[in-house]
């Protein structure tokens, strides 16, 4: 079975989508459609602008969004039977599965991208990377810090060995030290601003709430994996209630793919810049790629 996957945050990069307007008319209309939705020249400063002005907050998740999903309109083949994404990811998957029209989809990412900024701004927090060490040692730590350093949490579970979590500055910064010392290869704060995926989001959460009670969503043309619990869904109203839950709930990805496999997924296409999926679906699954 063609599961399709779509990246999150981090994916972007200078140039990106510029090779889909050059070469697809159709790709180079929705480009200006996005243009005229957000109320600036997103695809210019995604065709022409330094890593600088694609890493601010207005501007990232949008242009992740818009390539990953022109990218999935324009394909050659397109024949999806599941779907997921990477946090951010899930409402590029939302909508090239037709959940979400393109404009609503991209005004939910873009009401999601000012929600985090301002949650950002109202709380010192940050992420780090953690490699080679049991999940559940990482959630042990992570537990005990939290009872005396403030907040820290498994957030992202990206693959065996690769976990990432999410927390207070003061909270992340021991956690690491005390994964180090449990035998982490790497414990490494991450050059982001905020919390994401943990409880730190909520005033996040809220804001965004209210933009996806006014979007409309119907059935999607095939199940998709949504990162709260990792299991597949088509209803409309449990598609909604997860993604009021997304920005304070860990992504759950090793799960999903994990999922996805046991219900059929042999092979697996990602839509979007860069291939950071398909690296972690190797750890998880390298058997598919015998």
Not at 255 to 268: E, L, P, S
Request: aromatic share 6%; glycine share 6%; hydrophobic share 45%.
């Amino acid at each position: 079975m063609n599961a399709y996957v779509f990246p999150g945050q981090g994916a972007q990069f200078t140039g990106m989508g510029k090779d889909l307007y050059d070469s697809n008319p159709k790709a180079a209309e929705l480009f200006t459609r996005a243009d005229m939705i957000l109320g600036f020249s997103l695809s210019k400063i995604m065709f022409e602008g330094t890593a600088e002005e694609l890493k601010r907050t207005k501007v990232t998740q949008p242009a992740v969004f818009v390539h990953s999903v022109i990218a999935a309109f324009c394909a050659e083949e397109f024949n999806p039977e599941m779907a997921a994404g990477h946090s951010l990811g899930e409402f590029s998957a939302l909508t090239a599965m037709g959940a979400l029209s393109f404009e609503d989809g991209l005004k939910l990412v873009s009401a999601r991208a000012m929600a985090m900024q301002a949650a950002c701004e109202e709380q010192p927090s940050t992420m780090a990377a953690v490699l080679n060490l049991p999940d559940d040692t990482v959630e042990e730590i992570c537990a005990r810090i939290s009872q005396t350093e403030g907040v820290v949490i498994p957030a992202n579970y990206n693959c065996p060995g690769q976990l990432v979590i999410s927390g207070t500055i003061a909270a992340v910064e021991a956690a690491c030290t005390a994964l180090k010392e449990a035998g982490a290869k790497r414990a490494m704060v991450l050059p982001v601003g905020g919390a994401f995926h943990s409880p730190l989001m909520e005033s996040a959460r809220k804001a965004l709430e209210a933009a996806i009670d006014k979007a409309e969503i119907v059935r999607p043309a095939c199940p998709v994996y949504q990162n709260v619990d990792a299991r597949p869904h088509t209803n409309p109203a449990e598609i909604k209630a997860n993604l009021k839950r997304q920005l304070t709930s860990p992504v759950l990805w090793s799960q999903t793919v994990k999922n996805m496999i046991t219900d059929g997924a042999t092979r697996f296409t990602e839509f979007g810049p860069g291939n950071v999926l398909q690296g972690m679906i190797k750890k998880i699954a390298p058997e598919l790629f015998i």
